[in-house]
């Protein structure tokens, strides 16, 4: 079985052993802001007086937010030092999640959620940085490790949303409750924003600009495979709940399909990337991921009933979209320094989310249009086709020094 990474019982070897469980304990909480959205996603449109195509930009923002402030990542790095920017976005992503709490426009759940978002996206695009520049030689484990930690993070906040706000007296309490947790991130990150510096190795790799990964073929190829994928997981992230409660589930069961669907990813978050270290070109594990989600999606189109079928289309689902940890793991296998790692996870990450905010908003509108999951459901069965060309491309592509002739 895999070790955690162990480094030396020096004071070196203490400040990794910090940043490692600094690194788990954001990575938890990267995504429950975004997806703790869906499952109660009905009760905000009634208490913020919010449409279908307002509720389908809400759900949107993820990806816009990741899209805009992804880009600014490595620059606020280069100015900030990796430590402290991630540090800076830690509580940007608290602050945000308090605020939006307490206001009753949809717009300015909007513009707060955007401010918790901004730090969420900052982050995204630094941790894998982080740990090309602490754990070389460890990058497929220690992704794997807080891979895993996102996903579970992720999961409970789709499963426990409706609970706590029914426990609590609504999704506001739920949502502070969520922000708690999220404070927690804090503490790790200001002990080494205040007492650690960047490691050296970060500090002598040479800079790489977004332009200059956007003349390159592997930038786009990874830009496209994560646009698409991303469209996918935030359209679910979205709007699955919705789907199982409009097809007859109540909000807690809907609540709890997004929990199995997410949920099912957390062996898969781990086993991906420390598969990929030995296996960096995993064709056939992608193909069985493209295949999973299209059956899901099949099945959501003509089983969607509160049936035992309805567990299996959402496990399917969280298969289908458990080609996220792949690219994480490709970031650092795609670089060979922390600064090739960063411009490709800058450029893979600002383009795809911009491209990915299409799904979930196009879903939104296709939805108030038809009044029918149908459409939206077809849309996303058709996106699995160009992904798994663009994943194959991917995975048998170089590194992004490479293409940029840099020895």
């Known amino acids: 079985m895999p070790t955690i990474p162990r480094p030396a019982a020096d ?30 996603l009905g009760q905000l449109q009634h208490d913020l007086g919010m449409n279908d195509t307002v509720a389908g930009v809400l759900t949107a923002l993820p990806s816009l937010c990741f899209a805009g402030f992804g880009a600014l990542a490595p620059l606020v790095a280069r100015r900030l030092g990796l430590t402290r920017a991630v540090f800076v976005a830690t509580v940007l992503i608290v602050a945000g999640q308090v605020a939006r ?57 789709g499963m426990l949303v409706v609970p706590t706000a029914q426990a609590f007296g609504g999704w506001r309490n739920a949502f502070l409750i969520g922000s708690g947790v999220a404070a927690v991130a804090i503490i790790p990150w200001a002990v080494l924003a205040i007492g650690m510096s960047p490691p050296a190795s970060a500090d002598a790799t040479p800079h790489i600009s977004l332009a200059r990964v956007a003349r390159t073929r592997l930038g786009w190829v990874m830009a496209l495979f994560f646009a698409i994928q991303s ?35 957390i062996p898969l978050a781990f086993l991906w990337p420390a598969y990929m270290i030995r296996n960096p070109r995993p064709v056939r594990v992608l193909a069985l991921v493209m295949a999973s989600g299209a059956i899901a999606s099949v099945g959501l189109l003509v089983a969607p009933r509160p ?35 960063s411009a490709l996870s800058g450029f893979t990450q600002s383009v795809g989310y911009l491209l990915a ?9 296709l939805h108030e249009l038809t009044h029918s999951w149908t459409i939206p459901l077809v849309a996303l069965l ?13 995975m048998r592509a170089g590194t992004i020094e490479d293409e940029l002739g840099i020895v």
Do not use: C
């Open 101 to 157: 709490a307490y206001v009753s426009s949809a717009w300015a759940f909007l513009l707060l959620s955007a401010v918790a978002l901004s730090g969420m996206a900052t982050a995204n695009v630094l941790l894998p940085s982080l740990v090309k520049a602490h754990f070389p030689d460890r990058i497929g484990l220690t992704t794997a490790l807080y891979s895993m930690s996102m996903t579970i993070g992720l999961t409970l906040a």
């Open 382 to 394: 058709v996106m699995f086709a160009p992904m798994s060309v663009l994943g194959t491309m991917a």
């Open 307 to 341: 049936t035992e079928l309805g567990v299996l289309w959402a496990a399917l689902l969280a298969v289908g979209t458990s080609s996220f940890p792949m690219i994480l793991a490709m970031f650092g296998l795609r670089a060979r320094t922390s600064a090739g790692t």
């Open 231 to 265: 469209a996918m997981a935030y359209s679910v992230f979205g709007w699955l709940a919705m789907i199982y409660v409009d097809a007859g589930y109540t909000e807690a069961q809907g609540g709890v399909m997004l929990a199995v669907a997410t949920g099912m990813g």
């Open 357 to 365: 905010a299409l799904g979930p908003f196009g879903m939104g509108v």
């Open 11 to 40: 004071s070196g070897g203490r400040h990794l052993t910090l940043v490692l469980v600094a690194l788990l304990v954001l990575a938890f909480n990267l995504r429950p802001a975004a997806v703790s959205i869906g499952p109660v």
